[in-house]
């Protein structure tokens, strides 16, 4: 356990999180922190409360104890949407784009904490709106460039395949320009080939614009490689946290994961 | 007991009527929303039609008369003199199973997987069709149904209830509609006859199944195809006994397609899912309804039933959005 | 692209087909609502007012040699219908509207007074327009819903050998316009006579009046009345069974009069009154014509049942006073092929004396009719009709009486005269 | 062959997201809109206006705000009739209490009002959703309706509860009342239908349609990424009301001129309503219109035609009609399940393709 409780350098700290539904606990007295830059990953088997973990943290769930400190500060009971515009973006396990939209409306989705023109604006369209929404739309074409996705700009979502999808669900994630990004499973379900280039996107992310990123993932040669630390979980309890190598030495971790993980 | 709360009994009492005539309404809906996830619009013209088909059997109509005398210039009105009501009521049904069939075949088949609101959409495009063609096929003048239900206030009950009140006070003894405790009989039977018929048939299983999980049902063999022309006579049958239960108070006429108003809040409180939601739902829209009308109803100018019955529903919606009965919502991402 | 410019004109122009030319005929259109939640209303109105029409053509060549045009719209009771049915017959000179529904009538009252086209809302629609100096193109003779109130009431005094004061009154009324016409009225008279009101509405449709009838048993009124429209009625009157209320004390407006208003309530509807302001069955020499040159003949507008019934009857009636009144314009003018400006002149100059009404096979239908420029109510008169459920048929009762002027002609002033101030209309003179 | 976007290239995104970023698209709507504008106030008479062009513009504003609110947020709302109820009211009380009042104002702020309104009904769809919503906003339509029926004040006390409409002139000419010429109140509703077309184009291309369309798609995740769904919810019935209480507005005030709320607004037409944007398109302005269009107009043809054209018997041509339109809602709902909008959609591109498909 070499778990570096060092909050000044934390973006994020979780401090003795407890989280149950109608008396079954999913989450029990977890802390553990993410420090700016970082890669962290966490991993655990099926039902180990990696997904409670992320709805905790983007505030989805609210915990019955604990305590989340985001950037150098607690945080109260906030909604989802207020704590978005803290600076947390996320993408789905299960992909959850907005169907009926193209991708660039998808990506221009994802601005939407950063841009506040008043209704009156937006009316009249010609001025204050349309600047913005072209300066916006020159952030979110960066990232079509850099997703490689200009081809799909104007095609509604729905009718991408699945590999797409979830590029597309990458994309308006890091349309936010978030502070710390949560990916749950982005690379579920994908073939080796779509696994390197997401692989490639999650690092390139993290070089060109320094986010910190929480992952999940099931994949442990994928998180061995890009993690720089990973936190263990299973049956909603913390059984380890380190770097990846000290982790995957660690023998409570193999007797609860490793060894039983593919079954 | 005081005739002030003998009063509020028979206002409970004819309220709790009342729900029972709405969830006869409501449970046509509630059926096919079951199975097959539709929102049925036209289920209050189905029974319309059905009503309306019925007394053409009895009174040995000649269908499209109209239609048929202006294209070829002839006279036809009736066939026959009439026929038995039983054997009327037989055809009906034959009819509805028809009508079933044919929706399954040339509209729900082609919308398979499609969004709800497209299904709601495409029975309302029915309801539409079916309206006119009830017409054309039977003429829009009103129409008397009699099938030999008893109606009119019970004496039995009045002399039994003018007992209850204290002495000396004034009091004419409780009013009930002997028509009102058929409906609620039948309502019984009908109800205790679908749980029969879900729980100890093949079909009725079937039927279960579906509304448990599509996709499983599907997996094992259940021809979704069938299950959708037996759910739809079914709430076809309903709709007849609706039909009717309300037709033998106003004569069968267009108006009657619009006892479907009457059990919109009923589903929104019992749930769209759930029988035993139609009835209970029916019930306590019924009471609430008349007991808010009468206490509350003078001092605001009467009339409140209409939207009273919508606000109850949304004030018991606020606490379970999904319906006292209906499936929980489980929200996750 | 050429395509869609050519569908886009076939549309135009079938849509166009609604307004054709102006013909040479009287113009007679006819706004029925043969479909719809009110259909079996209208549907032996319709009736009624078509076949004398061709009962005209055939007979008679017409009114005054000039040929009838006849035109139906249907409006199914639908307002915005009843506007596109106007519109599109107005453009062919026709001569009066029979709008039949208190939302087309209201529409049509300023619009049809700009077009000059008098409208003809017999016994329905705005009552005050029986003030002519304000109301130039609107008539609502034989009588009005206050006219209808206060001779219910008078009718219930009789009853009561002439005082009511201890009495009870209810009425039952459609929540609509229409339904609270007659509240202002038998307000009035209860202050008069001294009988106590209670209101009781009923909202649309009116398939669910537990409330209401429970609230009639217990408290006992002395009289019903009803202001009933479509579904209503006939559950109204069965409710009114049900509670095993004395049917002779429930009185209906003319609007809740007709047999499928009592039929499907069977034998409890035994009793049962309403008002009417025409006779009622077949009994009169007119139905041998029409059965002669409209029924065998295969003209008739509906499939002959529908004879002598109490809403065919008033369709004929209605029907028989507008041609009286495009005679006695023929007669004003001097013209067969009159316009619509003339018709009003006829509508307002028309007298129907007993004679008139023998002659045109009608003897003892209606009361003498006599309009005028200050009233286009005409004499306000009407029977009371009670039903006779095993025979199936409606007697009347009464004489046809006229209204307490004083407090119905009081009201109209007022309305009348609110409606001119609201709409900067300065009354015409009438001398 | 004609109609092609080859050679229409972009070089900005301001080009790039215009509302009709296809050249020969834009002629065509700017020369319509100038036809509508220039031609048609020449050309048009009684009948025109009031059968069939008044109708069919107020109805788009009301189709044009449902489908806000229902098309673009997914709230499924039956309250329609008694939203319009509510613009209709205000206006004639507005018209009536303040007689020196322009009548542009007058059906603004009678938008206005039905928008607070609409905020208020529009409070249980933070909690109920999709069906169990549509029937809730049953209670919105039930109550209006019968508030404007009970309460006199509404109808300043007039005996049976009709409200008519007084004359009213903008720039001298009569826009209300039986004395308005057609072109007046035909150029009248056109400027408030064509203005706030393209206000709701710009608010539903912008952030705020995102907002709603997120919500619309999947509202768990729109609030994770930052969509507050209660300003987004309640924006969608304020500004969708807004839009049905301004065509109601219109619809009394400069259409029918008289009304009575359980006649004029009744359920029926929030059905009516609702029919329009499913047919036209959820989600599509131009469905807004063509929904409406093909709702209203669609039985004033078949009338024409077949009483008209064949000279039937009217009440069986009625019976047809209603049997031909549901029909047709079946048959275009299986043809194209996401309404006339998109049909129009794919041919046009089938179009662009022309003559060489592949």
Redesign the interface.
């Known amino acids: 356990m070499n778990t570096a409780q060092n909050t000044g350098d934390a973006l994020l700290s979780l401090k003795n999180i407890s989280l149950s539904f109608g008396g079954v606990k999913a989450l029990t007295d977890i802390s553990f922190d993410i420090l700016k830059g970082e890669i962290r990953a966490i991993i655990g088997p099926n039902g180990a409360g990696k997904s409670s973990m992320l709805n905790v943290i983007n505030g989805f769930y609210h915990p019955q104890q604990g305590e989340v400190w985001f950037n150098g500060s607690l945080r109260g009971p906030l909604k989802p949407h207020e704590i978005a515009r803290q600076g947390i973006a996320r993408t789905f396990q299960n992909i959850a784009l907005f169907k009926g939209m193209s991708t660039l409306d998808n990506l221009m989705t994802g601005r939407i904490t950063k841009m506040n023109t008043n209704i009156f604006w937006q009316a009249i369209w010609k001025g204050k709106a349309e600047k913005e929404e072209l300066e916006h739309r020159e952030k979110v074409e960066h990232i079509i460039d850099f997703l490689e996705i200009q081809a799909i700009r104007k095609t509604p979502v729905g009718r991408l395949p699945y590999g797409l999808q979830k590029r597309v669900e990458l994309g308006r994630a890091l349309a936010a320009e978030s502070k710390l990004l949560l990916l749950d499973e982005p690379m579920a379900g994908m073939n080796v080939e779509e696994k390197e280039d997401m692989c490639r996107f999650v690092l390139d992310v993290h070089e060109e614009f320094g986010t910190t990123i929480a992952l999940i993932e099931h994949d442990m040669g994928v998180v061995m490689d890009i993690a720089d630390r990973v936190v263990v979980l299973d049956y909603g309890k913390k059984i380890g946290d380190g770097y990846p190598d000290d982790v995957r030495a660690d023998q409570n971790v193999i007797d609860a994961y490793l060894g039983v993980s593919h079954d | 007991m005081s005739p002030m709360i003998l009063?509020t009994i028979?206002?409970i009492l004819?309220?709790l009527?009342?729900g029972v005539?709405y969830a006869l309404v409501a449970l046509g809906f509630v059926l096919i929303f079951k199975a097959s996830g539709i929102?049925n619009y036209a289920q209050g013209v189905m029974a319309l039609f059905a009503a309306l088909t019925l007394v053409g059997f009895q009174t040995g109509q000649v269908p499209f008369s109209?239609?048929i005398?202006?294209v070829f210039?002839t006279?036809y009105?009736h066939w026959s003199s009439g026929i038995n009501s039983f054997l009327a009521i037989l055809l009906t049904m034959l009819v509805m199973v028809g009508l079933a069939w044919l929706v399954e075949r040339?509209?729900l088949r082609?919308?398979v997987n499609?969004?709800?609101?497209?299904l709601?959409?495409?029975t309302?495009?029915?309801?539409?069709?079916?309206?006119?063609?009830g017409?054309?096929m039977w003429g829009?003048?009103?129409k008397?149904?009699?099938v030999g239900l008893p109606?009119?206030?019970s004496f039995w009950w009045e002399d039994v209830t003018r007992e209850w009140a204290s002495e000396g006070s004034e009091y004419?003894g409780m009013?009930i509609?002997v028509?009102d405790v058929w409906a609620a009989g039948i309502a019984i039977v009908l109800v205790i006859a679908l749980t029969i018929f879900s729980q100890y048939t093949k079909t009725g299983r079937a039927l279960r199944a579906v509304a448990d999980d599509h996709q499983a049902a599907l997996t094992v063999g259940i021809s979704l195809r069938t299950i959708w022309v037996v759910v739809w006579s079914i709430a076809g049958f309903v709709a007849l006994v609706a039909g009717i239960m309300?037709g033998s108070?106003?004569?069968i006429?267009?108006?009657?397609s619009?006892?479907a108003?009457?059990a919109?809040?009923v589903?929104?409180l019992g749930g769209?899912t759930s029988i035993p939601g139609a009835i209970i739902g029916g019930l306590i829209i019924g009471v609430g309804?008349?007991l808010f009308?009468?206490g509350i109803?003078p001092l605001?100018?009467?009339?409140?039933?209409?939207?009273f019955a919508?606000?109850l529903?949304?004030i018991f919606?606020?606490f379970r959005?999904?319906?006292l009965f209906g499936d929980k919502?489980i929200?996750?991402? | 692209m050429k395509l869609k410019t050519l569908s886009a004109a076939a549309i135009a122009a079938t849509m166009a087909l609604g307004s054709g030319a102006v013909s040479a005929d009287l113009t007679f259109p006819s706004l029925s609502y043969r479909t719809g939640p009110y259909a079996p209303n209208g549907i032996p109105f319709a009736d009624g007012y078509a076949d004398y029409f061709t009962l005209l053509n055939e007979r008679d060549g017409g009114i005054g040699g000039a040929k009838i045009n006849f035109i139906e719209c249907e409006t199914g009771y639908n307002t915005e219908k009843g506007v596109e049915c106007y519109e599109s017959t107005k453009g062919e000179g026709s001569l009066v509207y029979q709008p039949l529904s208190t939302g087309i009538t209201y529409q049509l009252i300023p619009k049809a007074t700009a077009d000059g086209i008098p409208v003809h809302s017999m016994g329905y629609g705005r009552t005050s327009a029986a003030n002519g100096k304000i109301f130039s193109h609107i008539f609502n003779y034989p009588g009005t819903y206050w006219d209808a109130a206060s001779i219910i009431v008078k009718h219930i005094l009789d009853q009561e050998g002439g005082d009511a004061s201890d009495k009870t009154i209810a009425l039952v009324y459609h929540n609509s316009a229409y339904g609270k016409e007659p509240i202002r009225t038998l307000e009035e008279l209860s202050k008069k006579h001294g009988f106590k009101l209670t209101l009781l509405a009923v909202d649309h449709p009116g398939q669910e009046q537990k409330s209401q009838w429970l609230q009639i048993r217990r408290e006992r009124p002395d009289y019903v009345l009803m202001w009933g429209w479509g579904v209503m009625n006939q559950v109204a009157i069965q409710e009114a069974a049900n509670i095993r209320y004395p049917m002779d004390k429930f009185i209906g407006v003319w609007w809740s009069s007709s047999e499928n208003d009592v039929i499907p309530a069977g034998d409890g509807a035994n009793g049962y009154k309403a008002i009417n302001f025409h006779g009622v069955g077949d009994g009169f020499a007119i139905y041998d014509d029409i059965k002669k040159y409209v029924v065998d003949a295969g003209k008739a507008a509906g499939d002959g049942t529908n004879l002598g019934t109490v809403l065919y009857n008033r369709g004929m009636y209605a029907a028989m006073l507008a041609a009286e009144a495009a005679r006695t314009a023929q007669e004003i003018h001097g013209v067969a092929d009159i316009t619509p400006a003339q018709m009003r002149d006829g509508m307002e100059a028309l007298k129907i004396d007993q004679a008139r009404m023998a002659e045109l096979g009608l003897a003892n239908f209606g009361p003498d009719i006599n309009v005028s420029c200050e009233s286009h109510g005409g004499p306000g008169q009407a029977a009371i009709q009670q039903w006779d459920a095993s025979a199936k048929k409606w007697t009347l009762i009464t004489d046809f009486t006229g209204a307490d002027r004083d407090v119905v002609d009081a009201l109209i002033a007022e309305d009348s005269a609110a409606f001119a101030a609201e709409n900067n209309i300065t009354a015409r003179s009438c001398s | 062959m004609f109609y092609r976007e080859s050679g229409d290239f972009k070089s900005s995104y301001a080009a790039d997201q215009q509302t009709f970023p296809i050249k020969f698209d834009r002629i065509a709507i700017y020369a319509f809109v100038a036809f509508l504008f220039l031609v048609v106030p020449f050309f048009i008479n009684d009948y025109w206006e009031k059968s069939i062009i008044l109708p069919v513009l107020v109805w788009s504003l009301a189709a044009l705000g449902l489908n806000i609110l229902t098309g673009y947020c997914g709230q499924v709302s039956l309250g329609t009739g008694g939203f319009m109820a509510v613009g209709a009211y205000a206006s004639y009380k507005l018209t009536t209490s303040f007689p020196e009042m322009n009548m542009f104002l007058v059906i603004i702020m009678s938008g206005g009002i039905t928008a607070l309104v609409g905020i208020v009904f529009g409070l249980p769809s933070l909690r109920i959703k999709g069906f169990y919503l549509a029937v809730a906003t049953l209670a919105a339509q039930f109550f209006l309706v019968w508030l404007f029926n009970k309460v006199p004040w509404f109808y300043n006390y007039s005996a049976s509860g009709m409200i008519t409409v007084p004359e009213r002139t903008v720039f001298g000419v009569a826009v209300t009342g039986s004395n308005a010429p057609p072109w007046a109140t035909y150029l009248f509703c056109l400027i408030f239908v064509v203005v706030f077309a393209l206000i709701a184009r710009n608010l539903t291309r912008g952030r705020l349609g995102r907002s709603w369309m997120a919500i619309r798609d999947m509202d768990i995740a729109a609030e994770i990424i930052g969509v507050a769904p209660l300003s987004a919810k309640l924006s969608a019935f304020a500004i969708s009301s807004f839009y049905i209480g301004l065509s109601g507005a219109l619809f009394f005030s400069i259409y029918l001129g008289a009304a009575e709320p359980t006649e004029a607004f009744g359920i029926d037409k929030s059905f009516l309503v609702l029919f329009m944007i499913i047919i036209g398109g959820l989600g599509s302005i131009f469905g807004s219109f063509i929904g409406a269009a093909f709702m209203f107009l669609l039985p004033v043809l078949f009338k024409n035609i077949m009483v008209g054209g064949f000279g039937w018997p009217t009440d069986m041509v009625q019976h047809l009609i209603f049997m031909l339109v549901g029909g047709l809602i079946m048959f275009f709902l299986i043809v194209e399940p996401h309404g006339l909008a998109q049909l129009w959609r794919v041919t046009k591109e089938k179009l662009r393709l022309w003559p060489f498909p592949h």
Do not use: C
């Not at chain 2, 499609?114 to 497209?118: F, K, N, V």
């Not at chain 2, 006429?253 to 009657?256: A, E, H, K, N, T």
């Open positions: 009063n028979e206002v004819n309220g009527m009342a005539m929102f109209h239609l005398n202006v210039g006279n009105h040339v509209v082609h919308l499609q969004e709800q609101i497209i709601f959409m495409a309302i495009g029915l309801a539409f069709f079916m309206e006119g063609l017409d054309l829009a003048n009103i008397v149904l009699d109606s009119g206030g004419y009013y509609d028509l309300w108070k106003s004569g006429q267009f108006s009657l619009l006892i108003l009457k919109l809040p589903l929104i769209f309804e008349k009308e009468f109803g605001i100018g009467g009339a409140t039933e209409n939207w919508y606000v529903a949304l919606l606020m959005p999904q319906g919502i929200e996750r991402v």
